[in-house]
């Protein structure tokens, strides 16, 4: 029955899951049907996702639950061990919820399948950054694994990426940002504008940088370039000599005691920055909040060379089908439909259909988390903490002049290996 | 069991089926311990020997007898940089806990006298182990930080003009936390024997008119040596195996062999940090052999 509608295209949303809801009714036994939203309730559905933690978030899967009756499952992992499982256990996930770059290794081993745009209720409100690589019509597009390249396929059975937009979409866009270096503004006693600052004389022993090589190589490489030490043909894709060359400089900071410390997780980057053991670092967005609910000066600074910008979207494992792969289009079409866009974009993150966001968002909290204006009344957490204080101006401001700025994606290299390598050097030199 | 073996012998014919079951017993009694130790000790030593000869990539491991795991792993500078380190960690902290750790079993043994007295010193000691490990290790960071409680204070009592960058992210941070954590597998060994030291030997050595210090020198310290040596495997073991307080106290500045294999766990070069292990299992039973040479533990305790 499903099948018979999936072959059939312009069929309105509600007669899919109708149909949809009467497969899974008589699979059941039970033979009635009561009407769309509460299908799912009647004859339990439960999605397995997992992903890398960022949006693996309790939130979300109760609003999920509350909204459409489908139990979600949620497994979070580190980003390594996420390809790992999305390759070797492709029977243990429904959801994948994984990284661009991610997609990029897992995708050609043929885990995953396509997602039909036509399905998609609200393809055509996806941010363009993820479907022509533009956010607007005259922009550059950025180095490494920008999400576009990796966003489609030719067809629904193909595992190489398409050039440019089809009916077959690999991953559905959820949330990104754009990640710079974090300073306090109270310690650091001067204007901080470029990724070339963090090595300056300085901050000698005041400076760290993230211990995570897929990451950190391209901080490196942000710092590198801006220093004018070196032109990357593509940051993303370093050839060994590049490698060598960045690495080689890092060692050498190391050696002249530039960096105070390295930090693998979240907390130690906070804690760094709020003991004042380091006043310029790589940092994430929560982090940079962290520090500043503390009541501690901390500011994710914007600077000139641009945004290092990461990506993730779910994608759907390559076994479902029926009621569970209407199940899961419909999951996603409830992602993209405002809800969680607006729960992400609180968070200081961006969501991958901004229209629909905007309706679930106050004026303000609009006004302050994507247009970049300063804040008319308190701006507060999706748990009810007070975040910034009214008149408060976003660091890097509006949305288009942050994502619009981004110099290069997260990515995995060819030389992948190598780099690890050579990093793994650098954190015993 | 006497009185078991004679009744078969005695008796003619269950006697075979009797001593058979009574040859039995002993392996029987051996077998739970041995399933154990087989089942969650030497076969996973056993895996891990074997996969360090198998290939992988970033998503799976390929069976294979390959030896370019082990040829990556000792044709590496880095490999070898970080035994050195993490071998002169094992060096400094073994001689620190094994100075302090003598010095309170001693005055624990020698200078307590009431065994109550000595018993609740003793769990005194063991008080700071009621809390976690990490978070023993972690309380040193905000006392030892730029801005921290010790630095704070010199520079307000006017000691020293700027705070003391050394203090944290340091290898002195690292050997203080290790020495901090791991003294206490030095002291109860080294109790224990110095509890079972003859007190009258020491006074036969006075007697026979030896100073305080050759009394310590030729009858305590030689009777110690067992104690001295389990301690040392405690310590050297632990030293070599640790990652965390590495990590954490030098701000992930320093590596240590642990730590290096669980870079390469982490992204999934399960073979790698298999050979590494095997490298790193056969360095430390060297290491306990070396040890073991030297102090006959069997004999002495």
Redesign the interface.
């Known amino acids: 029955m499903t099948n018979t509608t999936d072959k059939k295209t312009g069929i309105s949303r509600r007669s899919l899951l109708k149909t949809g809801a009467a497969a899974v009714g008589l699979a059941a036994g039970s033979g009635a049907i009561t009407g769309f939203p509460t299908i799912w309730a009647q004859n339990p559905i439960t999605l397995r996702q997992f992903g890398t933690g960022v949006s693996n978030l309790n939130a979300i899967a109760d609003k999920c639950k509350a909204d459409l009756g489908i139990t979600l499952e949620m497994t979070a992992t ?1 980003s ?2 996420a ?2 499982r999305a ?2 256990q492709p029977d243990s996930y429904d959801i994948a919820d994984i990284e661009y770059w991610i997609a990029k ?1 897992v995708y050609p ?1 043929g885990v995953m399948q396509p997602m039909d745009v036509k399905k998609l209720k609200y393809y055509d409100k996806i941010v363009p950054l993820f479907i022509t690589g533009k956010l607007t019509p005259d922009s550059v597009i950025a180095q490494g694994t920008a999400p576009h390249t990796v966003g489609f396929v030719e067809a629904q059975d193909a595992k190489t990426f398409a050039k440019q937009p089809t009916q077959w979409m690999t991953m559905v866009p959820t949330i990104y940002n754009a990640d710079t270096l974090g300073i306090r503004p109270d310690l650091v006693g001067r204007d901080i504008t470029t990724w070339a600052d963090i090595m300056d004389p300085a901050f000698k ?1 005041k400076a ?1 940088i993230l ?1 995570i ?1 897929s990451i950190g190589i391209m901080d490196a490489a942000m710092i590198m370039e801006a220093m004018g030490n070196i032109k990357y043909a593509d940051k993303g894709n370093m050839t060994k000599e590049e490698i060598d060359k960045t690495i080689d400089f890092l060692i050498k900071a ?1 050696q002249d005691g530039q ?6 997780s979240f907390d130690e980057s906070v ?2 920055m709020a ?3 380091v006043v310029i670092q790589s940092m994430w967005s929560p982090a940079v909040a962290a520090v500043r609910s503390k009541g501690i000066a901390c500011k994710y600074q914007p600077l000139k060379e641009g945004y290092r910008s990461w990506g993730g979207g779910l994608g759907l494992a390559a076994h479902l089908k029926g009621a569970e792969l209407d199940a899961a289009y419909e999951y996603i079409n409830w992602y993209l439909s405002g809800w969680v866009g607006a729960y992400l974009n609180r968070q200081g993150y961006y969501s991958a259909a901004m229209d629909t966001a905007k309706q679930f968002m106050s004026e303000d909290e609009w006004g302050y988390w994507v247009d970049g204006k300063p804040a008319k009344g308190d701006i507060m957490a999706p748990d009810g903490k007070i975040m910034e204080k009214a008149g408060a101006v976003r660091d890097g401001g509006s949305f288009v002049e942050r994502m619009g700025k981004v110099a290069c994606w997260n990515s995995v290299m060819d030389e ?1 290996r190598y780099m ?2 050579r990093w ?2 650098f ?3 | 069991m006497t009185v078991a073996l004679d009744q078969p012998v005695a008796a003619a014919k269950p006697a075979r089926r009797g001593r058979f079951s009574i040859n039995v017993v002993p392996y029987l009694q051996a077998a739970p311990l041995a399933l154990i130790l087989g089942a969650f000790l030497l076969l996973p030593i056993l895996m891990i020997a074997v996969v360090s000869f198998w290939d992988y990539d970033f998503a799976a491991m390929y069976p294979d007898f390959l030896t370019t795991n082990y040829a990556d792993t000792l044709g590496s500078w880095v490999t070898w940089k970080t035994y050195l380190n993490t071998l002169k960690y094992a060096g400094i902290v073994w001689a620190l806990t094994l100075f302090i750790g003598f010095w309170v079993a001693y005055f624990l043994a020698f200078h307590i006298r009431t065994t109550a007295m000595q018993m609740v010193l003793f769990l005194v000691c063991t008080v700071p182990f009621l809390t976690s490990n990490i978070i023993r290790m972690i309380s040193w960071i905000p006392v030892l930080g730029r801005n921290g409680l010790v630095n704070s204070t010199l520079v307000e009592i006017g000691l020293i003009p700027k705070p003391i960058e050394w203090l944290l992210y340091s290898e002195f941070a690292v050997v203080l936390a290790m020495v901090h954590l791991y003294t206490l597998f030095m002291v109860t060994p080294i109790f224990n024997t110095l509890m079972r030291i003859d007190k009258s030997l020491i006074e036969a050595a006075r007697d026979a008119g030896a100073s305080g210090w050759q009394v310590l020198w030729n009858v305590i310290i030689p009777l110690a040596k067992p104690g001295m040596a389990i301690g040392t495997i405690f310590v050297v073991t632990l030293v070599m195996a640790d990652f965390s307080t590495v990590q954490v106290m030098s701000g992930g500045q320093s590596a240590s062999v642990a730590l290096m294999m669980k870079n390469q766990m982490s992204l999934l070069q399960y073979p790698a940090a298999a050979a590494n292990a095997v490298v790193l299992l056969v360095l430390v039973l060297l290491m306990v052999a070396g040890i073991l040479r030297i102090v006959d533990i069997r004999k002495e305790l």
């Open positions: 580190d390594d061990a390809a790992q390759v070797t290794k081993s022993g760290a211990n090589p190391k960096f105070r410390a390295f930090w693998k804690n760094l003991s004042g053991e992948d690890v390598r793994n050097e954190i015993a030199a």
